[in-house]
Every structure is written in C-alpha cells, then in structure tokens.
C-alpha cells in the first residue's frame, strides 16, 4: 500500500489537470490545495512523512535534512482557525535532469519556475541530492526525464504545520513507431530538400 | 552597456567582437567592406526581450544584418552556442550557413524531428533551433556550406574551416543513431554529450594579422580528432600564426592544446575567453589555474565576463529555507554578461575594449 504520500502526491498532479479534487485558494502566490483525508504523518527528530519521498514507509532523515521542517511559513502561521488538512504549495518548477554526480549522491538539473514568489518563468540550475527521489522514482533518475520539485507548506490535522521539499518524477508517454516513422519520412523529405555543397 | 556601442566600423577597419557568457557564447566579425560574419549565438539574459546578442549589438552600432550579414556560422548543435540561432538566420537572408555536414545529415534530421515529438514537454533550446534553421533553409532553398578540413570559405579575407574531421562526424552520428528514441521509451529531452568534436574551428587571415576562432574544440589522444587532427593538417596545408585567439572550450583544461599554442599561434598572442555560464559555480570553466595557464601564454588575455556569482533569484523567505534545508542549491542561469571588441585598421595592431561585465586578466 503506498503512503498517504503518494496519494497527495497523485492527488496534486490532478489538482494540476483541473480536477475538481483542486480547492482553488490562491493567496498571492500560494496555492493552498484541500489535503486528502488520513494524511497524518509521524514527523519527529528521526522520521519525516515521506510526501517527499513517495516511499512505501518512514525514511530515516537525512542528517542535512534535520533542519526545521515544521517551521511555519511567513504569514502561515497556524491560527486555531486555520485550515487543518490543508496543505499549500509555495514553488514549483519543472525540472530536466541534465546530470548525476559520479558520487550519485547529488544530481545536477534544469529548472523552469512554475509557480512562487519571484519564481515564476525564472531558469534556474540545481543541484539536487539523490536521497530526495523516492525508491519508486529512482529508475526514472536519468538525463533528459522530467520531474517536479516542489516547496509544501502543509497543516495537518493535528494543526501541526510542516514544510517540505518533494521530488516527483513525471511518467511520460512513449514514444510511438508510428510517430517515430512520420519524423523519420519528414527528415527523410527535409535532407532530400537541403541543398548541400 | 548596450547604450555605449558606438559606431559601426569603417569599411577598411576589422573587428572582432566576442560576447558571452549569459546564455551562451559568440562571435562576430567584420570582414571588411562592411560584410560581416555571426559565429554561434548567445542571449544576454538581462535583456527582457531576449533577443541574439549579435543581432542586438549589430542593430546597436547602425548595422543592418538582413543587408551585411554574409556568413553565419553554426558550430556545432550545444544549446550554449545555437540558443537564438534560427533568430539570427531569419534576420541575415543574405547569408550563407555554414555548419558541419551533421546537421543537415539525415540521421540528425531523423534524431531531430523525432526529439519534437510532444515537443511543448521534451525539445531542448537546442532541437528546436536547429529544426527551425533547417526549416528556413528548406523553404529558401539555399545552400548549406559544409565545414570540413581545410575548405576556404572566403576567399577575401581568407576563410578556412579546420574542422570536424569525418572520423569525429561519424563518431557524432554513431553516437547520435545510439541515443534515437526508440518505440516504447518514454519521452525525454536529448542530452548528447560529445559534439565539442564537432565543433567548427576557423581561422581568418587578412594581409597583415590572422586569427584563430577555436569555438568548442577540445584534445583528444587519438590523432584523427580533436586539436591533433587540426594542428598537423594545418601544418600540411600551410598556416598563417594568428596574433588573436578566441580560446577554445571556454578556457578549459580540456581545450588546451600544447601544439595548438606552439603551431598555430604567434608568441604572446591576444587571448579572448568567454567563460561558461551553466551549472555550479566550481564546475565552470575557466578555473582559476585556467586563467593562469592561458595568461602565461598570452600577450594580453580579456574575458567577456568575470566569474561572478549570478544573481540569485529573490523567492520568498519561506522557499529559501525549505531549499536550504533539503539540501538543494540553486544557481540562476541568468550569468554575467559582456563582450570584448577589438578593431584594427591595417591588422597591425588591434585596440580592444570592454562591455558590460567584461574584463582585463592581462
């Protein structure tokens, strides 16, 4: 069975196809985005929910990770009338791979800002720890694949508010023979047309 | 910067401008008699419109491409060097195109009309130029001048192209029939990582002073490619030493070539570096020992732009610290931007200046 992050995860990318799973709250450049319910996750010292990760259980945190994931964004501070359940997403870029450390501990990408405060249409290089991918991801973690990173700001129902960074993989589909062949006649047609001396 | 160009050239005045990095690298030249040539393309990425420096710079100091514009150059197909390419094209009809027999092969052609499929998701700043420059090609029905080993392109000045050998260009399209998508793979962008090979090196030699343009070019210990090809071909043919060098692959260790410097240039020549603005900062050529490295060997060395930190982009507080705290870095693409021209009336002596974020080393 997978996560309650995998489900916020799939959960997001047809909030982003216009679903109607898509509460649209926007306060300024914060998308808030109605959580699924049971997404309660253990958050502590040692374990983090793994909506980052899309793991099937709890990842040990990363020791550069333990940094303070339930700080609360500017402005989002919890209130007893916040909005429990709810989680917000406060950038978002699509992303290339371009590269992987020989170490394979980091991987190097191209970023195009979705969504943010001063992120939007911004061309960013990155340079991103392998850890983030989840097991689930990791076969797609090769040069020219897509993905999505995003910064999420959530509530949980326990009114405990929690930041994150998440790494999803897009599954695009495949390329077709029949396509592969019209693009081949078409070159095929264009280096008959070229005149070359 | 782009407010204090001046004025075009005399007619009997060469000049050599080289622009980078921002997004990208490249060169124009006035051959003389107001006909010019566009080596590759670069964007200024403070330019809110983003148009082609060259273009740019041309319009800014009274030239106009679509008239002056004789040659344009496409070096080789890294999206550091064709970004606005297809623009450049457009814009100079009057111009010959000259590129490697790669791009128009119909292997690479097949590669890159199959890397459009689905293209709003997977074409690379790359693909799409290059597609775009054949398809102004295909419906002008000009001809495509094909770089090879020692083939004059000019005859006033003297233009040559030195490279790339067939064996690099075979191993390109080998190495490009390996990486075509096949059917049932998902999409993805290309990523080719070999084609500096590829890479056009030109020299142009006018009566009293000749140059060296070393594009992307790099050493390879097998001696059917890279600088070594070149070196002993020119040596076969005949070579002028040239007194001004754009240096090959942004500076780098792996550009550098002993026999290149010894056999190709004069002593002491004028060294111009366009640094690469792509990716961490401690993976960009040139490093520091580059720098000491090719001013040892230069009479006076200028880069288009020091390596200075691009500016980081302001996300709010929140975002910044959530990126800090997962261990991610962000470096803006946005890299510093300048160029370095250099003017000479009878080729006895050039007068270079700096724009922008350019500078002096030596």
Redesign the interface.
Known sequence: MRSSAANSTSWLDSAESGTDQLSDTYAGNTRWLNAPKNTFQPSGAFFEASSATASTAPRPIDSRRRAPLTEAAPGLQPTPNSPRGQIAVLGEWNGCVLDIDQSSSYFTASLKGVLGEGIEGEEEDALIPVSDVSDWDLELLKPGNFFRLSVIHEIQSSGQPRRYTQVVFRRLPAYRQQDLDVAGERARQRSRALRVE | MWNELGSSPSSDEFEITVFGPGYGESVVVHLGDGKWLIVDSCIDTSDPQRQPAPLQYLRGIGVRPELAVKFVVASHWDDDHVRGLSEIVKAAPAARFICS?VL????F??????L???SA??DGGNVRNIRQI??I??QR??????ASPGRTICASPVIRTWSPSDYDANEFLLYVAQMH???????????LGTSNLTSIVLSIDWPKCSVLLGADMERHPDARRGWQAITSLAQELGWTKASYLKVPHHGSDTGHDDAMWRELLEREPTSVVAPFG???RHKRPPKSSDVRRISELSGSLYLTARQLDPPK???????T??????????????SPFGMVRSRSKDGSGWTHETFGLATRVK
């Open positions: 027999h128009p092969d119909e292997k052609g097949s590669f890159v009309e199959a459009s499929i689905g998701a997977t054949l398809e090609l295909e029905r000009s001809v495509i001048w094909k998508p096949r059917a049932g793979e998902p999409l993805r962008r290309p990523s792509r990716g961490p982009t302001r996300m709010s507080v929140a975002v610290r959530s990126l800090r705290d997962g261990a991610i870095s962000f470096v803006s693409q946005k």
